[in-house]
């Protein structure tokens, strides 16, 4: 199968605390109108080849695990082992049949130094030479009911495993789950706006939404210095990063002014645009809706760029990816944020109609993080200069900065 033809889907698995510890790594062909895949063998061969080989487990995983899905005959072969155990979690499929030559190789597995885990876990009395065995079980909600879930959850209590909750698509669900005693979640919650009671909005967030709208206004120096040093918080935060990005300054950097200036009003515009997800009151860092919107803004830009759009229109598509994430940080309806940044008609239309060509490729860049490939493709097809491996392409280095990104903590 041709590389072009090929991509990967990676979807964030976190931890009890919102962290993102992990990611799932899922094979899809462009060949394919779904996500079906009838050679199991092939399917990881091919995520192992890419992500390993050709992309470079940097640029996929960050500093968090992988769980690749592997069936009876991956399971066997002489190709897991070539996988960095240290960094991978071996997914066993539901469809394994446990025999005694699968317990044998996974005990054999585990004594290697790799982390187990059980997909789509159902009960049934075979399992129980695995469950001794493996170290993660996965449930997949939408398999259980509630009560059928509690009852999961108390049968499991009997290994020393950790348990999973996947398709977690809710906040309600991951509430449920994690009074259940899961350890670990999969699914884009997280970025589903949950329906809060009024209350007092953040300082620093208004703040921060403030200078945006300065600085997209091309307001004077002046009032963004005015507006930096009401907030301290923020003064330290942007002075940090000027120091880290302007090394090769001569003087110190002695002002507000000084330091708007040395940093630039686009690379300003950016830092604003991230900064909003990383100042959660207790939230941890760094946030997956950080990384998620900084994935999509950056594809976006690329994409833009790859359609030859002039700078402007770039900048553009990066805010709409950014953005397209802010109502479930700040407890304001969207078309209230947009209006208070006094945004261009182009990028309104985009976030609150997904209309015009950069709602389109906003809809495009969503959609590579869901399950349905054919949307995928048909988006694709609507949009401008653009394949299969230009989106690809534009997916992996989106990724790789989204994790500089996260490194380079404010």
């Known amino acids: 199968m041709a590389s072009q033809d ?37 399917a990881t061969a091919s995520v192992i080849h890419h992500a390993f080989s050709e992309m470079g487990v940097q640029t996929v995983l960050g500093t968090q695990l992988g769980f690749i899905n592997v069936s009876a005959d991956m399971l066997q072969s002489d190709l897991v082992e070539l996988l960095p155990r240290t960094q991978v979690v071996l997914e066993l499929l539901e469809t394994i049949i446990v025999t005694e030559a699968v317990v044998e190789r ?90 809060l009671s009024a209350k007092r909005a953040d300082p620093t967030q208004m703040a921060l939404t403030q200078l945006l709208g300065l600085v997209l206004r091309d307001a004077d120096t002046q009032q963004i210095e005015q507006m930096f040093k009401q907030h301290p ?65 950056k594809m976006m830009e690329l994409l833009a760029a790859k359609q030859q759009r002039n700078a402007d229109y770039c900048d553009e598509a990066f805010m709409a990816g950014i953005l397209s994430l802010i109502d479930s940080l700040i407890d304001k309806p969207l078309a ?39 949307r995928t493709l048909s988006l694709l097809a609507q949009c401008d200069a653009l394949s299969l491996s230009v989106l690809t392409a534009a997916e992996i280095e989106a990724m790789s900065w989204a994790n500089q990104v996260a490194e380079a903590a404010p």
């Open 6 to 42: 090929i991509f990967l889907g990676r979807q964030p698995i976190l931890d009890r605390d919102q962290r993102i510890v992990a990611y799932e790594l899922l094979f899809r062909s462009g060949n394919t109108t779904g996500v079906t895949v009838t050679d199991d063998m092939q």
């Open 106 to 195: 996974c005990r054999a597995l585990k004594q290697m130094g790799f982390t187990l885990a059980l997909d789509d876990f159902m009960f049934d009395e075979s399992y129980r030479p695995l469950l001794a065995l493996v170290d993660i079980v996965k449930v997949d909600l939408l398999l259980h009911t509630q009560d059928e879930l509690r009852a999961a959850v108390s049968q499991l209590k009997q290994w020393p495993v950790k348990l999973l909750a996947e398709k977690v698509d809710s906040t309600e669900q991951a509430a449920y789950c994690h009074a259940l005693g899961f350890d670990l979640f999969q699914g884009y919650y997280f970025a589903r706006p949950a329906v």
């Open 233 to 297: 918080r923020l003064t330290y935060n942007l002075m940090r990063l000027v120091n880290s990005v302007a090394g090769g300054v001569r003087h110190s950097i002695a002002s507000v002014s000084q330091a708007i200036t040395v940093l630039g009003r686009r690379q300003l515009q950016r830092w604003l645009q991230l900064l909003l997800f990383t100042l959660q009151a207790g939230a941890p860092y760094p946030s997956p809706l950080l990384l998620l919107a900084a994935t999509r803004g």
């Open 336 to 374: 209230d944020i947009v209006g208070e940044l006094g945004l261009s008609e182009r990028l309104t239309a985009a976030l609150l109609q997904r209309e015009g060509e950069m709602g389109r490729l906003l809809q495009l860049v969503e959609s590579v993080e869901g399950p349905d490939l054919g």
